[in-house]
């Protein structure tokens, strides 16, 4: 379920071929339901927090991801180099940083302004992997965005319902997003198929088992409560790999890249009516101004060759590791 298939911010997918006449849904509406499905999954996690808090939600979204992987990968330990066992454990280790990372920061700021702040990591690597000047500039509106959106590091305050650590713990999930791309590529080249990235997660599963425990400890095993984070696994990962999977037969990569650059406006849009969230207008351009830059560099990827899988890998790798 990697994301490998190569998408978003560069790489190559299968040109649109005579598939896309047989499909019953437009490739592009299986992309959005998809990016759709991933931020219904965190505003449905954010309702457990109360009761399991985001590390016993982590670990039951991480727990729904490996099995579903273990089932579709059959991963095998035995027979691994040294070199592989090195990159498998970076690897779980960082979608485990991620992954808490992330939960933390929706605790404590809405659901919109947590991805959109998380989503300048994977930017930031393929703007920082190009010489183009165009490049710059989607760089240069992507941090005009992160400016509007906090208002500036001054201007953080609770008191606006927007708290310093709360934007530190989304930033430092998009650090671990921009890792997870780079160590997703030296892992799929060492190891056949979704092997690497199923064995991570089921790591990444066990490194958070404690903290889970911790704060969620025996309501964990509460069936109301284990099936909903079994809904949240199922709609951050299960369902957005099948129906982008789907869509990446026939839809060209700077399409499925625009695609998915309208997932912070989603999350925002998720987060307003699932939530309650309420942005300010400086907040909503924030949001359109990354979108921008995102589809941007997409576009810009699509119109030059680009190494396998290099840039932002397709959501059912991302979905995985990340709600």
């Excluded at 069936?223 to 079994?230: A, E, F, H, R, Y």
């Excluded at 026939?250 to 939530?275: C, D, N, Y």
Aim: hydrophobic letters at 55%; aromatic letters at 4%; a positive charge.
């Amino acid at each position: 379920m990697t994301r490998r298939r190569r998408g978003h911010f560069g790489g190559r997918v299968r040109p649109p071929s005579a598939l896309r006449r047989e499909a019953p849904v437009h490739p592009a509406w299986l992309v959005i339901g998809g990016v759709a499905s991933v931020q219904v999954g965190a505003a449905l996690a954010k309702h457990l927090f109360g009761a399991l808090g985001p590390g016993g939600t982590v670990t039951l979204r991480l727990g729904t991801a490996a099995g579903v992987l273990a089932l579709v990968a059959r991963p095998r330990v035995r027979g691994l180099t040294g070199r592989q066992v090195r990159l498998v454990l970076a690897f779980g280790a960082t979608l485990a940083a991620m992954n808490l990372s992330f939960y933390a920061s929706i605790a404590r700021i809405p659901l919109g302004i947590a991805v959109t702040v998380e989503f300048v990591g994977p930017l930031a690597v393929a703007v920082l992997g190009t010489r183009r000047r165009l490049d710059l500039l989607w760089a240069a509106l992507a941090a005009v965005g992160v400016v509007l959106l906090t208002g500036g590091v001054g201007a953080l305050r609770a008191a606006d319902g927007l708290d310093v650590v709360g934007v530190a713990l989304a930033a430092l999930a998009g650090i671990g997003w921009s890792g997870y791309i780079l160590l997703s590529q030296r892992v799929g080249a060492a190891l056949p198929g979704v092997q690497g990235l199923a064995l991570a997660v089921a790591l990444a599963a066990l490194l958070v088992l404690p903290v889970g425990l911790v704060q969620g400890g025996a309501a964990l095993l509460r069936p109301d409560l284990l099936l909903t984070g079994v809904g949240v696994g199922i709609l951050s990962s299960a369902l957005p790999w099948v129906l982008e999977t789907t869509a990446l037969r026939t839809l060209s990569a700077s399409t499925f890249g625009v695609l998915m650059s309208l997932e912070p406006a989603v999350a925002a849009l998720v987060g307003l009516a699932l939530l309650q969230e309420q942005l300010t207008t400086a907040q909503w351009t924030a949001i359109g101004l990354t979108c921008a830059a995102s589809a941007g560099a997409a576009l810009s990827a699509g119109g030059r060759r680009s190494p396998p899988g290099h840039g932002r890998l397709t959501r059912a790798g991302r979905t995985v590791a990340i709600v």
